[in-house]
């Protein structure tokens, strides 16, 4: 690194929109010059905190549809803040093309160079180039896409009413986790290519050819069974609960299906969020570490600054231990930027374990080229169970319980110990896995010889059965979609044999 | 790189979610309104508040699994003494551990603000007052305009362009403005003359002629505009008085001797809730406080609900009262009268009679509604079950009870049960209708 001595950016707190600017370039030349990242275009918008309240409670963006649920999430948020008991977060991003971030006013000058150093080029680096978000979701469409979503669903209010629209969105926002493709599809070739695609596999089928095959007696092809062919004449079977009904639900009308399309796509759009929650704070903590410490090399910043923000640093990095009282789960921050620390430290300063488990990228150098890739291609549940290394599970000295039902105690199954580690990491990379979080349910089947009752199945892990009161609620109103009965059976994956079945007929339509 | 400050954007977007969480919430909310009433003191009823509703009602239910049962595995930071193979006393209260922690219990209550308006307005939703029958014209107050003609003066939004054209042509038809036609004969009848070839020997004079009239013309097209200030009309509004529905509500209350504290709390209490609703829902609603012992006096607020004076008890004394006001101040013709007495029931047995024959003869016929609330020990029963002991003044008027459709008659014993009471006494259609629908 150049060891230069510079005017320090800023001195106290106070900013302006001059200096933001400043500030920005300078983190650009370093994120963007010196460590390589490859960033949307940014849009900086100041905001108050009155308006960070606001923004909370829609989810971030800017634009949402207006619904109740909001408006409780607004109060309890309010309540929090009001009272101190939580502070608010410093900054939201949006993936989206530009990306936008916000910065309160609030923020001293100290707080504004880390938000824009961790938001505007980590989250914005990560958001563009991991591979689920590039999958997923559409940076550039989606504030388009939400602007037309609220104002459908405003039109719709005004048209069918509120209460009609409002009933429909609940119903829609309990099935959100189910609402999601959690596979690609596949998508349809355009002419060019399937013809190129038939050109070779009738070379290949020449290249083969013999003409002794013909004399081969062929044998006469079972017909599918009727359940079958229904069951894929509806795409079935299909867990993406929402699609389903948007597509096939025999009672809706196109307005309801619209709406249902709009929580759907919604949904997909936050479902990389939910997967790399860590990985995604890991990197954009990494960025703003690395760049705060360069601005510090160089002198851009004061050291009083860079106490205030390894102060504030420290404290959301913060990692309680089980039994502090404090502990919440393992906290996404920490976890994240610990390993991404790792990882360099790998890169650069390899210890002999380290080459034996991470031989591919121990001693190599160039770590930011090594975790550019990462961030590119893993999300939580491959990243942790890749790249969490022993020494990480000895500094936290991690240990993983075993909680078996119908046993009085709790077993510890392993510890920071050479048996324990690939246990313990596994088993922290599942409990980041939403797939594995989440309860595996299918729409199966539909009896169309007979009451038309919608068939679920939910694929019991670990014999941990669905949360009743709450699935009660969700699959009455499942009902009331479908315009029939539905039936969820729980099965053991591993038995198949049925643990429970909930059965729901759908409520008399009310006439609002 | 662009900076946007969207400081001064309009805040409240989260203002219409808000308002349609507290009418998904009403119910729950409400109740927790009622509820957090009983705690407050009596400075403090109409404040903004914090109030808790169970999450029952407002729960987003999803599909999840359960937070109990299963085989379950769990990793943990900051082991210090555990070895692989040693058993753990399961925690008490299930399997509380790690990754559940955040995703809190479905039956946590949920807790937040209401500003005092919302209080307010959850708490005196769908109250009335009864029969306010008796309007009247007074000059003081006006409510609502009406269009009144129209005035040569006001503001530019009240124009009325008919009337103002209107007007300017007829100023225009009077003063003889030369119009653009006769202005486009005489030019082209100048074109005409001065396109003959050649000349002839009048045409000189006649043009000449021409060109004046045609320049006095245009002086006093000039001189005579096309609108002129004077020409404008206004839509004229006027005030219009409405007649209104005066009301005086009489609050009397017994604070003799035999009144415990916590009964006077009771009373106090039931006041001041009537106090808040006849404020806040009412502009011409009078108040009027009484307290007695063994004589009447009319006081004002302050005294009424914080003074602490005690003496005997003749409840007679403060009807007496109560009409001697009536006489001096409030024409019956004019005036809605409610009484509203709270007491223990405690009376000189000698004064009962003449108690019911005033509320009988002298302050029903006059009254819109009365409401007695009788207030008990709190270790009483809670009333409707059994009225074992009932009071003097109790049995007293329950025979004017009766008679009388707008008389309604209560009691209470406990702080939780003071504000179902009022809103069954001042409910749209409750208690004040009784006789309508039996």
């Known amino acids: ?512 | 790189m662009h900076i946007i400050d969207r400081r001064l954007n309009p805040g409240g977007k989260s203002l219409v979610n808000r308002q349609r969480f507290l009418r998904k919430a009403k119910a729950a909310v409400q109740q927790a309104v009622r509820e957090s009433l009983k705690d407050r003191s009596i400075k403090e009823l109409d404040r903004e508040g914090e109030i808790t509703i169970a999450r029952g009602g407002i729960s987003e239910p999803t599909l999840h699994r359960s937070h109990s049962g299963g085989n379950r595995e769990h990793v943990l930071p900051g082991n210090k003494d555990y070895l692989e193979g040693d058993r753990i006393k399961r925690p008490k209260g299930g399997s509380g551990s790690g990754s559940q922690a955040g995703t809190g219990d479905g039956e946590d209550d949920f807790r937040f603000v209401l500003s005092r308006e919302e209080f307010l307005d959850l708490f005196l939703d769908d109250l009335e007052l009864p029969d306010l029958a008796k309007r009247k014209l007074t000059g003081a107050h006006t409510e609502g305009i009406r269009r009144a003609g129209y005035t040569t003066l006001g503001s530019p939004s009240n124009l009325s362009v008919p009337r103002t054209m209107q007007k300017a042509m007829s100023r225009r038809l009077a003063l003889r403005r030369p119009s653009r036609t006769e202005l486009e004969r005489l030019e082209t009848e100048i074109a005409e003359i001065e396109a003959r070839q050649p000349q002839g020997s009048e045409d000189a004079a006649l043009l000449e002629q021409l060109h004046e009239e045609l320049a006095r013309l245009r002086r006093r097209r000039a001189l005579i505009s096309y609108i002129d200030p004077v020409d404008m009309q206004f839509r004229r509004f006027e005030p219009v008085p409405k007649p209104i529905a005066q009301a005086v509500m009489f609050c009397l209350m017994d604070v003799s001797g035999s009144m415990s504290e916590h009964m006077k709390d009771l009373a106090k209490r039931f006041f001041a809730l009537l106090h808040l609703f006849l404020t806040r829902s009412y502009r011409y609603v009078e108040v009027v406080f009484i307290h007695h012992t063994d004589r009447a006096a009319e006081v004002d607020e302050e005294t009424f609900f914080y003074s602490t004076v005690s003496g005997g008890t003749l409840v007679s004394s403060a009807l007496d009262k109560l009409l001697e006001v009536v006489a001096a101040r409030y024409r019956v013709d004019d005036w809605n009268i409610y009484v509203a007495q709270a007491s223990d029931g405690d009376n000189m047995s000698n004064d009962n009679p003449k108690t019911v024959a005033l509320m009988r003869d002298a302050i029903l016929p006059i009254a819109q509604y009365v409401a007695y609330l009788e207030v008990g020990r709190e270790d009483a029963p809670s009333p409707g079950i059994a009225m074992q002991g009932e009071s003097d003044l109790w049995s007293a008027y329950e025979s004017v009870e009766h008679g009388h459709r707008h008389f309604v008659m209560r009691n209470v014993h406990h702080r939780r049960e003071i504000y179902p009471v009022f809103r069954e006494l001042f409910q749209r259609g409750g208690a004040a209708k009784k006789a309508d629908n039996p």
């Open chain 1, 1 to 512: 690194m150049t060891d230069y001595v510079s005017m320090p950016l800023y001195e106290g707190s106070d900013w302006d929109f001059d200096l933001i600017q400043r500030i920005y370039d300078t983190i650009e030349t370093i994120a963007v010059g010196e460590m390589g990242l490859n960033i949307y275009p940014n849009q900086i918008e100041v905001i108050s905190s009155e308006q960070m309240l606001d923004a909370y409670s829609s989810t971030g963006m800017p634009l949402f549809y207006k619904h109740w649920s909001f408006g409780k999430q607004f109060v309890s948020n309010e309540l929090l803040y009001r009272k101190g008991l939580r502070g608010l977060a410093y900054e939201l991003v949006i993936n989206s093309d530009p990306c936008i971030n916000y910065i309160m006013q609030e923020n001293s000058a100290t707080m504004q160079t880390l938000v824009i150093a961790h938001a505007a080029f980590g989250h914005n680096h990560f958001f563009k180039n991991n591979y689920v978000f590039r999958q997923w979701t559409d940076a550039e469409g989606i504030l388009d896409y939400m602007d037309f979503a609220k104002r459908y669903i405003a039109n719709c209010e005004e048209r069918y009413g509120q209460l009609a629209v409002e009933s429909l969105l609940d119903a829609a926002h309990a099935l959100m986790h189910q609402g999601v493709h959690r596979h690609p599809r596949i998508r349809a070739r355009d002419l060019k290519a399937e013809a190129a695609r038939e050109a070779e596999r009738q070379a290949y089928r020449d290249s083969i050819y013999d003409d002794l095959w013909r004399t081969l007696p062929t044998a006469t092809k079972a017909a599918p069974a009727q359940a079958d062919a229904r069951r894929q004449a509806l795409h079935l079977p299909q867990e993406n609960i929402l699609y389903f009904l948007e597509k096939s639900a025999p009672r809706l009308e196109p307005w309801q299906r619209e709406i249902l399309r709009i929580v759907r796509l919604i949904a997909q759009y936050f479902y990389p969020q939910r997967q790399t929650k860590v990985m995604n704070e890991g990197a954009a903590c990494y960025v703003h570490y690395r760049i705060m410490t360069a601005l510090h090399e160089r002198g851009l910043i004061t050291e009083g600054s860079f106490l205030e923000f390894l102060q504030s640093h420290t404290n959301v990095l913060n990692q309680p231990t089980f039994d502090s009282g404090h502990y919440g789960g393992f906290n996404p921050y920490a976890l994240g930027f610990g390993i991404m620390q790792d990882i360099a430290r790998i890169c650069d300063t390899p210890t002999e374990e380290d080459r034996q488990w991470f031989g591919d990228i121990a001693g190599r150098g160039q770590a930011m080229d090594v975790l550019k890739d990462i961030w590119a291609n893993y999300r939580d549940e491959s990243f942790l169970t890749q790249f969490l290394s022993p020494h990480l599970i000895r500094h936290w000295r991690l240990f993983k319980l075993e909680d078996r039902a119908g046993q009085p105690e709790v077993g510890v199954d392993a510890i920071h110990n050479e048996r324990g580690y690939r246990r313990i990491r596994q088993a922290l990379a599942r409990e980041f896995d939403i797939g594995r979080q989440e309860p595996d349910i299918q729409i199966v089947d539909v009896d169309l010889a007979g009451d038309r009752t919608l068939m679920l199945e939910h694929r019991v892990a670990n014999g941990i059965l669905l949360d009743e009161e709450d699935a009660t609620q969700v699959l009455q109103s499942l009902a009331d979609l479908w315009g029939y009965g539905v039936c969820l059976e729980e099965l053991d994956s591993e038995t198949g044999s049925q643990l429970k079945q909930h059965r729901f007929q759908p409520q008399t339509v009310r006439q609002d």
